[in-house]
């Protein structure tokens, strides 16, 4: 494919330093898809278009420069434009978390991931779509309407990063970044066919970060390929001063050269293929499995037995950590003030009125939890359980290398058939929550599609650190497999337009 926007990380890379095509020309082939698409699927939230352009030109000059001396250094991803989700801080724009309570709010900082990203040589094309506060897996929630999926635009394209999965599955970016609490990265990729990293916690940064569930967030990023999100990740990954929570481990390299899996072991846990899985789903995750025995991978059924507390355990959890987290935004610290007579109705106007249903839900869900003579019986027992899922990936990882399941039990769902039924809602993370308890990383890529022509995920989780592991197994998987090379037919049809 001849266009700008169908080229790969590296390929823009390489473009970008042989001079092929210039970063200004980059920068606006991906602002003019973001203008056939945006109206349709409503990806963004704010555009930096005059600003990534002035990036661009910027970029060149280097380019220009670094060409008359190849010996002298530039940046990695010196020119290449990503998106970012709104719920990362950059620097003069806004960052609205998807909420109301925001929608004025621009940082003054960059996020640490976001800031490395920069060092990097990248550009920023604007913010995408979120739930509100991160909580959701629809993009629904969005104080800013929904983001809708590139496949089947009556579809949502998953959450809480849809706006991010849905940018790089239509081609209006290359890459994007996303945050993941519950599965809001593995699940927008899988929906939107994608790929996707929810690193291990304390691999990223978390500052910058808006923040949801502080002991379960974890900044990761989407591409199209799993090598170009494994490029993405060996940029952001790393200890950092102003996160206590981020680790000083060694940053393992994926070996990307070579697709033989030999002497890997696959774990394939029964509590993750149950009744009620869609059956293509099931069909697609079993058939990408057989195809990783056929590169040289071993294969052993294992359980995890404490999968079946994942949500409950989640919903504790999560939502207390929410209560505590958004307790600042309350008309007189942080967000807008709604007119009243005193300060409690000052925070219950505020609140009440720029909070949307979900975010209110989750935290009086929380407050309740953490409330005295709750405490102990519901969060304090959730913690303990907690402990006891994050046991069992241990005791798995003695026996496996890698642990390969579906990210969600359906493929992306309609708009509005779980807007009554929080709990359904809930139930679509059942696949994902485990590895945020327990702070594994997990990696999707898409391995098929439904008989509706919806995107089927499959992912892997590994041992804390181990990325690299995940990231030559879904790499070796796309060497010999075409799914991620499948385009959405409204990009086909944007393209043909030109």
């Known amino acids: ?12 890379v390489h473009g970008l330093r042989s001079g092929d095509f210039s970063s200004r020309e980059t920068v606006q082939a991906y602002l003019a898809q973001i203008e056939r698409l945006e109206p349709t699927l409503h990806a963004f939230l704010t555009l930096a278009a005059e600003q990534a352009l002035a990036h661009a030109d910027q970029a060149d000059r280097q380019l220009a420069a670094w060409r008359k ?17 709104d719920v990362l801080c950059v620097a003069g724009l806004r960052c609205t978390a998807g909420s109301r309570i925001l929608e004025n709010f621009v940082p003054p900082f960059n996020a640490t991931a976001v800031d490395r990203l920069l060092e990097s040589g990248v550009i920023v094309l604007g913010k995408t779509n979120t739930d509100e506060f991160a909580m959701g897996s629809s993009t629904e929630n969005s104080g800013y309407g929904p983001t809708h999926n590139p496949w089947n635009t009556e579809r949502v394209p998953g959450g809480s990063s849809g706006g ?5 599955a239509a081609y209006m970016a290359p890459a994007a970044l996303g945050s993941d609490t519950g599965g809001s990265i593995r699940q927008p990729a899988a929906f939107c066919g994608i790929s996707g990293i929810k690193p291990t916690y304390g691999r990223v940064s978390r500052y910058g970060l808006i923040a949801y569930g502080s002991s379960l967030d974890c900044v990761g990023s989407f591409a199209r390929l799993v090598s170009d999100v494994a490029l993405i990740y060996s940029l952001i990954a790393g200890q ?4 206590a929570t981020s680790m000083d481990y060694p940053l393992a390299q994926a070996n990307l050269d070579e697709v033989d899996l030999a002497g890997l ?28 025995q056929s590169l040289g991978a071993g294969v052993e059924r294992i359980s995890l037995p404490h999968t079946e507390y994942a949500l409950p355990v989640y919903y504790l959890i999560a939502p207390a950590e929410a209560s505590a987290n958004l307790a600042r935004f309350d008309g007189i610290r942080y967000g807008p003030r709604s007119a009243a007579q005193n ?8 609140r009440g009125e720029r909070f949307g249903a979900e975010v209110k839900r989750r935290i009086m869900l929380g407050t309740y939890a953490l409330s005295a003579g709750y405490y102990d019986a519901y969060y304090g027992q959730a913690q303990k359980v907690r402990t006891l899922i994050k046991r069992d990936f241990e005791q798995a990882f003695e026996k496996v290398d890698v642990i390969a399941a579906p990210v969600a039990p359906t493929t992306a769902f309609p708009f509005g058939q779980h807007s009554d039924d929080p709990l359904a809602m809930y139930l679509e ?20 599609f439904d008989t509706q022509g919806l995107p089927v995920g499959m992912q892997l989780m590994g041992p804390h650190f181990r990325e690299d592991i995940l ?12 799914w991620h090379n499948t385009m959405p037919p409204i990009v086909e049809n944007s393209l043909n337009q030109k």
């Open 1 to 12: 494919m001849s266009d700008i926007t169908g080229l790969t990380l590296s390929q823009l």
């Open 69 to 85: 001396d190849e010996e002298s250094h530039i940046p990695p991803l010196l020119g290449v434009p990503l998106a970012i989700k």
């Open 164 to 168: 991010s999965a849905a940018a790089v």
């Open 240 to 243: 950092d001063e102003q996160d």
């Open 265 to 292: 072991r696959i774990g394939i846990p029964d509590e993750y293929f149950i009744a009620g899985i869609q059956p293509e789903v099931e069909a697609g995750v079993r058939e990408a499995i057989k195809t990783l």
């Open 343 to 350: 300060m409690w109705d000052i925070f219950r106007h505020t």
């Open 429 to 448: 993370d059942i696949f994902t929550l485990p590895a945020n308890l327990a702070g594994v990383p997990g990696l999707t890529f898409p391995v098929g």
């Open 471 to 482: 990231f030559k197994a879904g790499h070796a998987y796309q060497q010999v497999t075409d």
